[in-house]
């Protein structure tokens, strides 16, 4: 089984702060992507990283892969109450599979 | 497009008793899984389906079983249900298997969950 832990599990900020949330592995991936989940409702994918030492924007988050592929962050910039969720991480190989992560569960206090 | 449905939304079942969890996608995915969510664990895959009449085995497949006789729908049957299977369970749908090269801009679609409890 291929673990992907996450760090850390629980990040409680206030808004206007930043913070980074790291996903590592021992294991390569073809692929990693990043997910957001709100209470009640199923994952919705942010971002997919591909190459090693990718760096990809969308607004404030700014995700990265690391060289080897095997472990990557997400980091926002100016937290906002509405980024509060739980950010689950994901790596896929060549076995059809999508590995998680335990999930950061993220709080922002206006 | 409704996207992956799942029924029901919640579930009370005694030890013993069995049960399928409904899903069905309207997108014409090939790629269809089932997970389950435990606090402080994320989504552990449970099976998962390359086509219709294709299934594999994920990480805990234990105590589950699935078919896939049509593209639409990836029913999951507990056969015996345990305490343990207490947990939140997702499916979700892709037109990419996760690892291709084709997954890439295909992300997997969520349905909304189904909350089972075990007594």
């Known amino acids: 089984t291929q673990l992907l832990e996450q760090s850390p599990q629980f990040l409680s900020i206030q808004e206007g702060e930043n913070l980074t949330v790291y996903c590592n592995s021992s294991?390569?991936?073809?692929?990693l992507q990043w997910y957001r989940q709100e209470p009640g409702e199923g994952p919705v994918l942010l971002v997919t990283?591909?190459?090693?030492?990718e760096v990809k924007k969308l607004k404030r988050l700014t995700f990265q892969f690391g060289d080897a592929r095997k472990d990557s962050s997400l980091h926002i910039t100016a937290a906002q109450p509405g980024d509060t969720g739980l950010y689950l991480c994901?790596?896929?190989?060549?076995?059809?599979?999508?590995?998680f992560g335990g999930g950061t569960r993220l709080m922002v206090k206006p | 497009n409704a996207g992956v449905t799942q029924t029901p939304k919640f579930q009370v079942l005694k030890t013993g008793q069995s049960m399928t969890l409904q899903c069905a996608q309207d997108?014409?995915?090939?790629?269809m899984s089932w997970y389950r969510q435990d606090p402080g664990m994320g989504l552990r895959l449970i099976h998962y389906?390359?086509?219709?009449?294709?299934?594999d085995q994920g990480e805990v497949p234990n105590g589950y079983n699935v078919s896939r006789s049509t593209t639409e729908d990836f029913p999951l049957r507990l056969l015996s249900a345990a305490p343990s299977q207490t947990s939140v369970y997702f499916c979700?749908?892709?037109?990419?298997?996760?690892?291709?090269?084709?997954?890439?801009?295909?992300?997997?679609?969520f349905g909304n969950g189904t909350r089972l409890t075990v007594t």
């Open positions: 997108m014409n995915h090939e790629y």
């Open positions: 294991s390569v991936f073809s692929s």
């Open positions: 990283v591909v190459t090693g030492g």
């Open positions: 979700a749908s892709s037109n990419a298997r996760p690892g291709r090269t084709s997954s890439y801009n295909s992300p997997l679609h």
């Open positions: 994901a790596g896929a190989n060549a076995g059809n599979m999508l590995t």
């Open positions: 389906s390359v086509g219709a009449g294709i299934t």
